[in-house]
Every structure is written in structure tokens, then in C-alpha cells.
């Protein structure tokens, strides 16, 4: 451990330990510049044009109000052409929109309601919904006399507390003498202190299964617990 702990202290190699070079061939000074003949490379006439920024070209407006030229004037439109201009007709079932005020005729105006109609044009009553803005007068409850039972009177009656409830503990309260000056035992010490193991790279095993764990028998009651329930084990017939 203290062999991996020198090994982890020890600072980084530097990587600037050996300077920049341009290129292997340029050991100790720049090459010197060429000035004698240099490929000159021609452009093609169409690289030329390609190379060239495009022209703006102003937006023409043009008139709403145009002449119409002489062979448009002495045009003659065929069949086709006819057909296509006409409107579409509608389909064979299609009616126009009803008005919205249809003017009624003489029976309908001179026509008289019967008591059935009268009954069933009348608005229906309900009763109005506690906290609604709309107010309606109350109407009269007819308060009908009713005596529980005594099963139901006993149900009714509201629960009491417990003799020995202390009630809600307060947040803040006093730490008696005998907590302030109490002394902890060496077994607190021992359990109170996280279990120490060996690190992974050290050899530690994770999945290892302790000795007491791999010779321990479970008790009559976790067989039990362990075991599906009855009710819900189908039960094959056998025939």
C-alpha cells in the first residue's frame, strides 16, 4: 500500500521537456525561401466567371394596368378551354342555407299549445348547489322524524384518548443530568465503530460467503414466512 501511495504522490513528467519542432528536417534553422521559379497556375475562363461576385439586380415594379398585346386581343379560346371557364356545378342534393329568421306561415302562427306541451315547455326544478353564485329560494324541508338506533348512537360517539397518550413531544427539550454524564462502555465503542475490510485491489472478495452464514439453519418460523401462500398455489388435479 505505502509503495502505491509513493507511486500516486509523484508529480506528472512534464511533456514540454523537448521543444516544438516544425519538422523532423528542420533540425537547426528554418529552410531558406525559394525565389526562383514558382508554379503559376492559369484560370480557366469559366474558374474566372465562378470567382466573379454576382450582380444585384433591382426589383422592376411593374403596373397593375398593362397592355395587352395584339395577339392576345385576337386570341380564340377552344372547346376546351370553354369547358374548363365554366363554374362548377353543385351537386345534386344541395340546398341553400336556411335563413337564420325563416318566415313562419299562417298555421304555425294561428297554432294552439296544447296542456301537454305547456307541461313539458315549463323549465325543470333542481335544487341549488351550495357556494353557486345563482340564489334560488329555499324551499320548505319537510323534517320527518327519525330515532337512531342504539348501535348507531354507540358508533357515533367520538373516540377518547388513551390513558397513557403523553401527546406531540415538543422539538426543544431538556437533556436530563444522568444522559449529560453518562459514560459509554467499551461494547458501544466497539459497535458504534465502522467494520474494517481490505480494498478491492488489496484482495477483498465481496462475494465471499462468511463460514456462519454458509453453516447457519433458518428457524421453523422463516420456513414458514418462506413458503408461497396457500390461496395462491393452484392445485393440479391429477386424472
Not at 437533556?175 to 458504534?192: D, G, K, N, P, Y
Not at 465481496?206 to 408461497?228: D, K, T, W
Request: hydrophobic share 35%; proline share 10%.
Amino acid at each position: 500500500m505505502a509503495t502505491r501511495m509513493k507511486k500516486l504522490a509523484q508529480p506528472k513528467p512534464s511533456q514540454l521537456r523537448y521543444p516544438d519542432r516544425r519538422s523532423v528536417y528542420w533540425l537547426d534553422h528554418l529552410p531558406p525561401d525559394k525565389t526562383g521559379t514558382i508554379t503559376k497556375t492559369e484560370l480557366t475562363p469559366r474558374w474566372s466567371d465562378l470567382c466573379r461576385s454576382k450582380a444585384l439586380h433591382t426589383p422592376v415594379i411593374l403596373s397593375p394596368t398593362w397592355e395587352v398585346s395584339e395577339w392576345a386581343l385576337q386570341a380564340v379560346a377552344s372547346d376546351r378551354l370553354c369547358s374548363l371557364a365554366q363554374p362548377r356545378a353543385p351537386a345534386a342534393g344541395w340546398q341553400l342555407d336556411r335563413p337564420l329568421l325563416a318566415p313562419l306561415n299562417r298555421t304555425t302562427q294561428t297554432a294552439v299549445a296544447t296542456s301537454r306541451i305547456c307541461q313539458l315547455a315549463q323549465p325543470r326544478r333542481r335544487l341549488a348547489l351550495e357556494g353557486s353564485g345563482h340564489k334560488s329560494k329555499p324551499e320548505p324541508i319537510s323534517h320527518v322524524p327519525y330515532r337512531a338506533s342504539a348501535h348507531i348512537e354507540l358508533l357515533a360517539t367520538p373516540k377518547h384518548d388513551h390513558p397513557k397518550f403523553r401527546g406531540e413531544r415538543s422539538v426543544c427539550w431538556l437533556v436530563s443530568r444522568a444522559a449529560r454524564s453518562h459514560v459509554v462502555s467499551q461494547r458501544l465503542l466497539e459497535l458504534s465503530s465502522p467494520k474494517e475490510r481490505k480494498a478491492l485491489f488489496e484482495g477483498y472478495d465481496p462475494y465471499r460467503v462468511s463460514r456462519a452464514a454458509s453453516s447457519a439453519s433458518p428457524s421453523p418460523r422463516i420456513q414458514q414466512l418462506s413458503l408461497p401462500l396457500p390461496r395462491k398455489c393452484s392445485s393440479r388435479q391429477e386424472g
